[in-house]
RNA sequence: GGGGCGGUAGCUCAGCCGGUCAGAGCAGAGGACUCAUAAUCCUUGGGUCGUGGGUUCGAGCCCCACCCGCCCUACCA
């Protein structure tokens, strides 16, 4: 089978604390990382922060800071993400303080020179959007007049890869999931591609960003920096063992979550510099939509966007992770909101799970005597290769529904047998039908750690025997209410 | 302007190559049970499948046009 797998988060520009929309990625990225370290293969999951763009120090002088302060202290808050997210990011880069990250962007700018060459680049651009408009008016987005900008850039032959990269993705060689956005970057390509700037003037990047090699006039262009981070986490630039390991020996898998309105950077414009380089490429590439908070599109800028951290410490990091995953569809934007964070956390987690083990081991305890053992049910065998598959195709609302038939079956045995009745009545068949319950309960703990892993571990230490009996009854997940 | 994706029961969504595809969950209604976190289990779903055409023996599922939402992108391909 396949040896390593290489997980990758994108890299959110700091010019706000995160937002929910990021929080999705996150869990995604450590959903896929949980699963396959259970699966017994080796998992490195990378995510970190975009220092240089010039959104941040834009936003840094709005807030009156030095941009170097005003970007560590955002940066601090993302990767603050790990606990009330439940991450197990094994590697946290950020673009403008991180050693391994300036030699790395520096040695794939030099790796790929046949094909950069220097250009003049005339046009009105727009600093919210990080590229040019040729729209006169104003920048739809930004809601601001672009500037006029003319200046001596450096350009990458991306014209020189349409059809490389055809093949790749044609091929299989590198998978873009779902489907629909696969099409898409083939369309794209099929559109015809032109070369782009890679370089910003020193100037109008205000020298925040990485100085192109040789020409301290130029500033690398944001995107290429940042979509280095990818092989220079590894040490592709400062040595060391790791970037071939994980990417440069092209063995195992490479895989890149993004939004999918980043598709272009990830599937057309770093996959060229790869090629260019003569580096693997990254061989998936799996594209989220995004979320919309209370009906309204996400934005970090005017920070109505609701904050993962504060999410999970009102509602705890179990439901959070839950609803993202058991409600968010795989294409197709998702609307949060908290009313319906609590609703599916009291439906499923507090009212399915929970209350499932509640009723276990408290039936448990009326039978007195040694805890039985027995079969998990027979539901409980074909949910690992449910969760496989689902999670193959990215689908983890899919796999979440996969582990949750345990959850449904276990509810349903319990009626059906009844063995409430079976104890008042003295027949001893309920020591059988708790014991299959137990250990119906201990799988699901089991299959749910990589969704919700602090419930997870909760219910396999309340339904896992120590001393010869069960630790006493404690709810593994109460009702919320919304606050 | 171009390309892409969505628009299916009150809500959130499944529906692979066209023929039990008109569905699931939640909400609502009725019932059962009492081990449990007013939880659980059973029964109950007549919604023009965005709109209008078309292809077909037969279309949410194919084609065309249009409307709405979102993503990308751009000037005359």
């Given at each position: 089978?396949?040896?390593?797998?290489f997980?990758?988060?994108?890299?959110?520009?700091?010019?706000?604390?995160?937002?929910?929309?990021?929080?999705?990625?996150?869990?995604q990225?450590?959903?896929?990382?949980?699963?396959?370290?259970?699966?017994?293969?080796?998992?490195?999951?990378?995510?970190g922060?975009?220092?240089?763009?010039?959104?941040?120090l834009?936003?840094?002088?709005?807030?009156?800071?030095?941009?170097?302060?005003?970007?560590?202290?955002?940066?601090?808050?993302?990767?603050?993400l790990?606990?009330?997210?439940?991450?197990?990011?094994?590697?946290?880069?950020?673009?403008?303080?991180?050693?391994?990250?300036?030699?790395?962007?520096?040695?794939?700018?030099?790796?790929?020179?046949?094909?950069?060459?220097?250009?003049?680049?005339?046009?009105?651009?727009?600093?919210?959007?990080?590229?040019?408009?040729?729209?006169?008016?104003?920048?739809?987005?930004?809601e601001?007049?672009?500037?006029?900008?003319?200046?001596?850039?450096?350009?990458?032959?991306?014209?020189?890869?349409?059809?490389?990269?055809?093949?790749?993705?044609?091929?299989?060689?590198?998978?873009?999931e779902?489907?629909?956005?696969r099409?898409?970057?083939?369309?794209?390509?099929?559109?015809?591609?032109?070369?782009?700037?890679?370089?910003?003037?020193?100037?109008?990047?205000?020298g925040?960003?990485?100085?192109?090699?040789?020409?301290?006039?130029?500033?690398?262009?944001?995107w290429?920096?940042?979509?280095?981070?990818?092989?220079?986490?590894?040490?592709?630039?400062?040595?060391?063992?790791?970037?071939?390991?994980w990417?440069?020996?092209?063995?195992?898998?490479?895989?890149?979550?993004?939004?999918?309105g980043?598709?272009?950077?990830h599937?057309?414009?770093?996959p060229?510099?790869?090629?260019?380089?003569?580096?693997?490429?990254?061989?998936?590439?799996?594209?989220?939509?995004?979320?919309?908070?209370?009906?309204?599109?996400?934005?970090?800028?005017?920070?109505?966007?609701?904050?993962?951290?504060?999410?999970?410490?009102?509602?705890?990091?179990?439901?959070?992770?839950?609803?993202?995953?058991?409600?968010?569809?795989?294409?197709?934007?998702?609307?949060?909101?908290v009313?319906?964070?609590?609703?599916?956390?009291?439906?499923?987690?507090?009212?399915?799970?929970?209350?499932?083990?509640?009723?276990v081991?408290?039936?448990?305890?009326?039978?007195?005597?040694?805890?039985?053992?027995g079969?998990?049910?027979?539901?409980?065998?074909?949910?690992?290769?449910?969760?496989?598959?689902?999670?193959?195709?990215?689908?983890?609302?899919?796999?979440?529904?996969?582990?949750?038939?345990?959850?449904?079956?276990?509810?349903?045995?319990?009626?059906q047998?009844?063995?409430?009745?079976?104890?008042?009545?003295?027949?001893?068949?309920?020591?059988?039908?708790?014991?299959?319950?137990?250990?119906?309960?201990?799988v699901?703990?089991?299959?749910?750690?990589?969704?919700?892993?602090?419930?997870?571990?909760?219910?396999?230490h309340?339904?896992?025997?120590?001393?010869?009996?069960?630790?006493?009854?404690?709810?593994?997940?109460?009702?919320?209410?919304?606050?």
């Amino acid at each position: 089978m396949t040896g390593t797998i290489f997980l990758t988060t994108t890299l959110p520009y700091v010019n706000a604390a995160p937002h929910v929309g990021f929080a999705l990625e996150a869990v995604q990225a450590d959903v896929l990382a949980r699963h396959h370290r259970r699966r017994g293969r080796e998992v490195r999951l990378l995510t970190g922060t975009d220092d240089n763009s010039l959104k941040n120090l834009l936003a840094a002088e709005a807030a009156g800071l030095p941009v170097q302060e005003f970007v560590d202290r955002n940066a601090a808050a993302f990767e603050a993400l790990r606990e009330p997210l439940s991450l197990t990011f094994d590697d946290f880069i950020r673009t403008s303080t991180d050693p391994r990250h300036r030699a790395g962007v520096e040695r794939l700018w030099r790796d790929c020179a046949a094909d950069i060459y220097r250009s003049t680049y005339e046009g009105l651009y727009c600093v919210g959007c990080e590229h040019y408009l040729t729209d006169t008016t104003t920048c739809p987005d930004h809601e601001a007049p672009p500037q006029r900008v003319a200046e001596e850039n450096w350009f990458f032959r991306l014209s020189r890869y349409a059809e490389p990269l055809r093949e790749a993705i044609t091929s299989g060689r590198l998978v873009i999931e779902p489907p629909a956005r696969r099409n898409e970057v083939l369309a794209l390509i099929d559109g015809g591609l032109r070369d782009f700037s890679i370089s910003r003037s020193r100037e109008r990047a205000r020298g925040w960003g990485i100085e192109v090699p040789g020409d301290p006039g130029q500033v690398v262009y944001v995107w290429w920096d940042a979509l280095g981070n990818y092989v220079t986490s590894l040490g592709y630039g400062t040595g060391g063992a790791a970037y071939e390991k994980w990417w440069g020996s092209g063995d195992g898998r490479r895989v890149h979550l993004a939004g999918k309105g980043v598709l272009r950077f990830h599937a057309v414009y770093w996959p060229a510099l790869l090629l260019s380089a003569g580096l693997p490429l990254p061989t998936e590439i799996l594209v989220h939509d995004y979320l919309t908070v209370d009906g309204r599109k996400i934005s970090k800028s005017a920070g109505n966007g609701a904050e993962p951290a504060d999410l999970a410490a009102r509602y705890g990091t179990d439901a959070l992770r839950w609803w993202l995953l058991r409600e968010v569809p795989q294409t197709g934007d998702a609307d949060f909101t908290v009313e319906r964070l609590v609703a599916r956390a009291n439906e499923d987690l507090a009212g399915g799970a929970g209350n499932l083990v509640s009723r276990v081991v408290t039936l448990l305890g009326k039978l007195g005597g040694a805890v039985p053992g027995g079969e998990p049910l027979p539901v409980c065998a074909g949910v690992p290769s449910a969760v496989d598959s689902a999670l193959a195709g990215f689908d983890f609302r899919r796999a979440a529904a996969g582990v949750w038939t345990i959850v449904e079956e276990a509810n349903r045995y319990l009626e059906q047998t009844r063995p409430w009745e079976l104890l008042r009545d003295g027949d001893t068949g309920a020591a059988g039908i708790l014991g299959r319950l137990l250990a119906t309960c201990r799988v699901l703990g089991r299959e749910l750690e990589p969704f919700v892993p602090d419930l997870a571990a909760k219910i396999s230490h309340q339904c896992t025997p120590a001393g010869g009996t069960l630790p006493p009854l404690r709810p593994v997940y109460p009702r919320l209410a919304v606050e």
